[in-house]
């Protein structure tokens, strides 16, 4: 039940445009959330909410650097979230293995290939 959770949060979070956006800015190095602002003319109540989600989610971590808060990546969450798709990834590949050598038995090539 926790593990889904922590999905639900990340890909709530990786759902949201200006969230990737921020996510693409960190992987380039940390920045408080004023630099992360800068750019989006969004207002910094605004950014803070969305850094808050993302460090709700775990995909960000922040810290107190003086008067400013700097973030950076965090990543196990992605990590949980990737073991996940993975997983689903492996196995719709062998579903639909599984349905290509059934058509090719009941079919043959010529047919199923129209």
């Given at each position: 039940?926790?593990?889904?959770?922590?999905?639900?949060?990340?890909?709530?979070?990786?759902?949201?445009?200006?969230?990737?956006?921020?996510?693409?800015?960190?992987?380039?190095g940390p920045a408080t959330i004023s630099e992360?602002?800068?750019p989006t003319g969004m207002s910094l109540t605004g950014m803070k909410k969305h850094v808050q989600a993302l460090e709700n989610a775990g995909l960000v971590v922040?810290?107190?650097?003086?008067?400013s808060r700097q973030c950076r990546l965090g990543d196990a969450?992605?990590?949980?979230?990737?073991?996940?798709?993975?997983?689903y990834q492996r196995l719709w590949a062998r579903r639909l293995d599984g349905l290509d050598?059934?058509?090719?038995?009941h079919t043959g090539p010529?047919?199923?290939?129209?």
């Open positions: 039940m926790v593990q889904q959770e922590v999905l639900n949060r990340v890909f709530a979070s990786l759902a949201d445009p200006t969230r990737r956006d921020i996510l693409i800015r960190l992987g380039a992360l602002t800068a922040t810290e107190k650097v003086g008067r969450p992605l990590d949980a979230a990737m073991a996940w798709i993975s997983f050598a059934y058509l090719t038995l010529k047919e199923r290939d129209r």
